[in-house]
């Protein structure tokens, strides 16, 4: 969608803001701070009119069932609310919200986005509402860490609450690789960049997907519109090579990771692996880590890069479809040549809840409350177990304990669909219902929290880079060119420097404006 669609469209959602706050009183009833019994699953929160709200939110595959849905229905009951939820697939989902936005349909909204120009832009025109106040008697939501709240705030007030997610772990935090095919070619789990080629020029030779299918590596194609690329999947190798985090500070000096010479040397890298046959020669047509995931899953790669979560039993059972024999070995942390290592330190969280400027006041800390309410000890297990004696018979050593059916109406009802906030969890990346694979998620996780590279202007957002979404595509052109063997260097250093004087000169200033700004 184009930016000046979506602003109109903001701009006119702010008029009727306003109209509807000066026209509104609230009808609705409901307690604030509910009350919940110990195992979370009787007690109603109390005795007042529930609270109805209204959301909307992302989904990532089949919604819950509407009907008679017992996870629904225990969820509104503890928490003493009504929930009207509408669920939009993750592809339409920015289309949806833009109107939903202009619309003043909704009492509560997950900018799936974060805080980016939109947002903050949004958040100006007083498109919601100002909630740092209402968080600060919250039991739950008050746990979040300091960064989280540094990256999503704006002009230091809060008019978010971002759903709390690993500092690290997150994305594409590791190189998943087949164990079954290492063993098979007695090979250990590689530990360097130098090993982790071996490896991937032992399974090209070997072929141990048969009939010339074996991808040793899959990474997908980047269009120049999030970033120059050329590919994605790759940020344990850009680290191996000692490159920043998209951005770092060299004193008071910008540096964009493409401008060091570190990047140079990880470009040479992919090169020699492509022309080697390495890399899956799909991947400049990939469009998406989905896609390179597919590949893995299907039995046909050799590595991925993800993270713990693609460990689990669920992948597992889709490669085992094709090879009974398929393990998975996670690389925690791939180091350089020269000692290089790290795991991206990203945001902290995944979308931020907004209420809209319409919803009149006394509702809205009725609706931080019932978030406050969702991210509570108790559903932690009712997000994992559903309600127990209907989704589960037990929830014993954060597991569930399931009958076939109960794991076939635990999947149709999907509990944690409703948890709308979740709480802070530094293994939420750990997601196995088998207490091995459970174990070894939260050991990888344990390790790359020691190797964090932060990005200085991981926050902020450049206006002249969302107003130019094509500024690295030239870049990411003959980056990919590069690789493949059809441009030289020169034509690479060629648009650096184009960009770096140009278009970079303009986005690096507003970006070390806004940072000093918060850094006074």
């Known amino acids: 969608m184009q930016i000046n669609k979506y602003l109109a469209q903001v701009a006119t959602a702010s008029v009727l803001m306003t109209t509807v706050l000066a026209g509104c009183t609230s009808s609705e009833g409901g307690a604030t701070n509910p009350t919940n019994s110990a195992n979370g699953q009787q007690t109603d929160a109390s005795n007042a009119k529930p609270t109805t709200i209204k959301a909307m939110t992302i989904t990532f ?21 009504k929930l009207d939820l509408t669920f939009v697939p993750s592809e339409a989902y920015k289309d949806k919200l833009a109107v939903a936005v202009s619309a003043n349909d909704y009492d509560l909204l997950l900018i799936d986005s974060g805080k980016d120009d939109k947002y903050t832009n949004l958040v100006k025109m007083g ?155 799909d991947a400049p047509v990939l469009k998406g880590q989905q896609q390179s995931r597919n590949k893995f899953q299907a039995g046909v790669a050799g590595a991925f890069v993800s993270n713990v979560g693609d460990i689990s039993e669920t992948s597992l059972e889709k490669m085992k479809q094709v090879d009974p024999k398929a393990e998975i070995a996670v690389i925690d942390v791939l180091e350089g040549r020269k000692g290089q290592k790290g795991v991206a330190l990203i945001g ?58 109960q794991k076939k109406l635990f999947d149709l009802e999907k509990p944690s669909a409703f948890v709308l906030q979740n709480r802070v969890d530094p293994y939420i990346y750990a997601n196995s219902k088998n207490p091995k694979i ?50 030289t260097w020169e034509a690479v250093q060629k648009e650096i420097d184009a960009w770096t004087a140009g278009t970079g000169a303009v986005i690096t200033k507003e970006l070390l404006e806004q940072y000093k700004a918060d850094h006074k």
């Not at 229905?73 to 928490?79: S, V, Y």
């Not at 990888?444 to 880079?465: M, R």
């Open 61 to 81: 595959g089949d919604p819950p069932s509407a009907e008679n849905n017992q996870a629904k229905a225990d969820l509104e009951k503890r928490g003493n609310v």
């Open 127 to 281: 498109a919601f509402h100002d909630l740092t106040d209402y968080i600060k008697g919250t039991k739950n939501i008050s746990q979040i860490e300091e960064a989280v709240w540094n990256n999503t705030s704006v002009q230091g007030k809060i008019y978010g609450i971002p759903r709390p997610r690993g500092l690290y772990g997150g994305g594409e935090a590791s190189v998943l690789i087949r164990k079954d095919w290492l063993d098979k070619y007695n090979l250990q789990v590689p530990k360097t960049i130098d090993e982790l080629t071996n490896a991937l020029r032992v399974f090209k030779e070997n072929d141990p997907a048969g009939g010339g299918k074996t991808v040793p590596l899959t990474i997908y194609g980047v269009d120049g519109v999030a970033g120059p690329g050329p590919f994605g999947s790759v940020f344990p190798m850009l680290f191996a090579f000692g490159v920043p985090h998209t951005w770092a500070l060299n004193g008071d000096k910008p540096v964009r990771d493409f401008q060091t010479p570190e990047y140079k040397e990880y470009l040479e890298w992919l090169r020699d692996a492509w022309s080697k046959g390495l890399i899956d020669k």
């Open 348 to 405: 902290g969280y995944y979308g931020i809840w907004a209420i809209p400027s319409s919803v009149p006041k006394e509702k809205v800390q009725k609706i931080v409350d019932f978030l406050d309410f969702t991210s509570a000890e108790e559903n932690v297990a009712f997000s994992k177990a559903g309600v127990i004696g209907v989704h589960a018979s037990d929830f014993k050593d954060g597991l569930p304990v399931q009958t076939e059916d």
């Open 438 to 487: 459970l174990e070894a998620q939260k050991a990888s996780l344990d390790v790359i929290a020691k190797y964090g590279v932060p990005n200085p202007f991981l926050s902020y957002s450049s206006q002249t880079a969302t107003k130019n979404p094509d500024t690295y595509k030239k870049l990411s052109a003959v980056m990919t060119q590069y690789v493949l063997g059809e441009a």
